[in-house]
T-cell receptor, first 113, second 112 residues
Framework: KAGVTQTPRYLIKTRGQQVTLSCSPISGHRSVSWYQQTPGQGLQFLFE???????NKGNFPGRFSGRQFSNSRSEMNVSTLELGDSALYLCASSLDKGNEKLFFGSGTQLSVL | GENVEQHPSTLSVQEGDSAVIKCTYSDSASNYFPWYKQELGKRPQLIIDIRSNVGEKKDQRIAVTLNKTAKHFSLHITETQPEDSAVYFCAASDSNDYKLSFGAGTTVTVRA
């Protein structure tokens, strides 16, 4: 079984731009979650999707948004990028519960200049 | 919301010794507590988890204990090996929340 795939692996953007990150979950997994990882901060929850519905959202500004498609693939979008958005964005998939037995992707490393 | 605190932030142990990482949580509704290991440059991977109706769980050299009354849980690694060097994250969750609240992580270094 293929693991969780995230693209692109690296991104360099400038302030004010927007970015779209993609995540393909493990086949059969219907829940996809997104986390932001920064040094010393651990993993901060962004949002979770199941069957194209957002079931929970973290404490991030409205510039962060996401969606899930009928094939369970998910995208997240960050608009009007700020320097503080520089981080590793991790996607995780699970069978149905957004909190149990998460399988993480390798992440997208976003640098905002 | 849930707040998870993790200690220590760094831990250096001699190969063969034990390592203990402790976490506390704030939300009494939390009932699921996983631990993830992230090796340098790699993705986090689940190594063990425990539910609130269980006090202890073991898997070979790793074990997790949970004290619901005190709202804390711990990861114990015995007979540490160089491959145990990594960042370990604890997390807590309410089953109805569809998310994990992570601690800030503990960097474990096993000295040969």
């Amino acid at each position: 079984k293929a693991g969780v795939t995230q693209t692109p692996r690296y991104l360099i953007k400038t302030r004010g731009q927007q970015v779209t990150l993609s995540c393909s979950p493990i086949s059969g997994h219907r829940s996809v979650s997104w986390y932001q990882q920064t040094p010393g901060q651990g993993l901060q929850f962004l949002f979770e999707y199941f069957s194209e519905t957002q079931r929970n959202k973290g404490n991030f500004p409205g510039r962060f948004s996401g969606r899930q498609f009928s094939n369970s693939r998910s995208e997240m979008n960050v608009s009007t990028l700020e320097l503080g958005d520089s981080a590793l964005y991790l996607c995780a998939s699970s069978l149905d519960k957004g909190n149990e037995k998460l399988f993480f992707g390798s992440g997208t490393q976003l640098s905002v200049l | 919301g849930e707040n998870v605190e993790q200690h220590p932030s760094t831990l250096s142990v001699q190969e063969g010794d034990s390592a203990v990482i402790k976490c506390t949580y704030s939300d009494s509704a939390s009932n699921y507590f996983p631990w993830y290991k992230q090796e340098l440059g790699k993705r986090p991977q689940l190594i063990i988890d425990i539910r609130s109706n269980v006090g202890e769980k073991k898997d070979q050299r790793i074990a997790v204990t949970l004290n619901k009354t005190a709202k804390h849980f711990s990861l114990h690694i015995t007979e540490t090996q160089p491959e145990d060097s990594a960042v370990y994250f604890c997390a807590a969750s309410d089953s109805n929340d569809y998310k994990l609240s992570f601690g800030a992580g503990t960097t474990v270094t096993v000295r040969a």
